[in-house]
């Protein structure tokens, strides 16, 4: 069979490799053809299609291992899937051995302590599914089908940021497989450096296999939800949220977009795919505080839907996922923003305006408040004078409509990003963006970064990801 050394180079690799393989695996090794390698090879974003030589499927740490011995041993290029959302489509490489670790999905609480254990091949759901139990919450992300581990290795942001900062600034520990195969644990007091490393500094170090988060008292209730507007009342709507934002607790996340209304049976049939805008609401906190916090924006003007309201917090998590399916093609920029100008505003509404697919959306996400107080250099995610994020998203159904879609967000972005911080953030990079654009990402710690990456993986044997060579410290 054909793969793809770690150099790119075309190798063969023989069946009696193969069949090696298979019997040093609990979880299953298949080829093209056989059954699990479509699914396991499928990504989120369908402008990713890529064929691997071969996928392990694996079903604990010591599959990881194995597969990590596997690769070292027939020089093959390798990669990892957690739960496949990367825009970029960075877990899936043609040619390699990909180690799916989406069979590994096990969650445990010790509610005592707060603190969550979640394999790595958790989906978000996973997590605030059995944290909820307990009314606990890690800081995770908006869309529930996002992979944990992906998320949590580029930073993470959602509804708790404001009060909690990163979801890398609230893991507590991590275990992993390095590039000489041996399962290690780093935290503040294990490995320390590598605990820096990869608490935003991606998937370079070695594969994960499980993930410890700190735990806050959320919910089960919480009041969260969206309000939409004809996108004829933009200008109104977008100076409310620039000043509610200004002012709001940090229990208080908003979100606002503008987009083409979805067949969502909140919205009036007649207004389905009409030009919309809307203000996405989480109150983390006490509920009667939530809902005086939101009566703003419900009384204000003439709403065409309202569903927010008191809701479990694993609904409000879930709230998006319909409009973020997989197989659809999606491109997006992105930007980090220190504050929402009215010019930005004016600009945003000017872009949106400009949207060529029913999906496509301009959005801000406000995170500032607890991130924005810690150092520089606490991890790698950096950024810490970012307060929102802007995310122009491109998303679209058919491939022949790539180039429209992809022009629209990128020229949103040429319009946009004079307002942007310098900063993006790197789990939104796309593929184009992975060689010039890291910097941005991750600043000043690219550094150190590379430093580490010379004394936890010397040649590089993760590099299907977002990659920081390995440099020495002392060559600076
Ligand atoms: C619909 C949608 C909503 C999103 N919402 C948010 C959000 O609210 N907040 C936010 O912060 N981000 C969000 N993101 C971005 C998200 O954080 C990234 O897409 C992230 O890469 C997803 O992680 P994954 O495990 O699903 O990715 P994958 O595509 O599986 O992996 C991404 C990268 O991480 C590496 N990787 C995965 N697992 C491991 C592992 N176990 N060990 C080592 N490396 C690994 C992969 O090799 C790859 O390089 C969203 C993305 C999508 C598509």
Redesign the pocket.
Known sequence: MRAKALDGRDIELDDARVTALRSRLRGAVALPGEPGYDESRS???AMNDRRPALVARCLGAADVVEGVRFARENDLLL?????????A???VADGALLLD?SPMRGVWVDAPKRVARAQ?GCLLGDVDRETQLHGLAAVL???SA??????T??????YLTRRWGW?ADNVVGME?VTADARLVRASADENADLFWGLRGG??NF????AIEYSLFPVGPQIVGGMVAWAASEAPAVLELYRSLAESAPPELTLVALMRNAPPAPWLPKERHGTPIVAILACHSGDPEAGERAVAPIKSFGAPIGDVLVRRPYSQLQSLLDAT?PKGRR?YWKSEYLARIEPELCAGAIAQAERIRSPHSAVIFFQIGGALNRLPADHSPVGNREARFVLNLAGSWERAEDDASNVEWARTAWRELRRFSTGGT?V??LNREELSDRLDAALGENVRRLSALKAAWDPENLFR???NIPPRAAAAG
């Open positions: 990504l989120w974003n990669c990892v899937k957690g739960g496949g959302h990367n825009i489509g960075l877990a670790l790595a992300g908006f869309v996002t992979g944990i581990a992906g998320l290795l580029g930073g993470g942001f959602g979801t992993l991606g998937g070695g594969v994960v296999t973020q999606y953030y789990n939104f299907a990801n977002h």
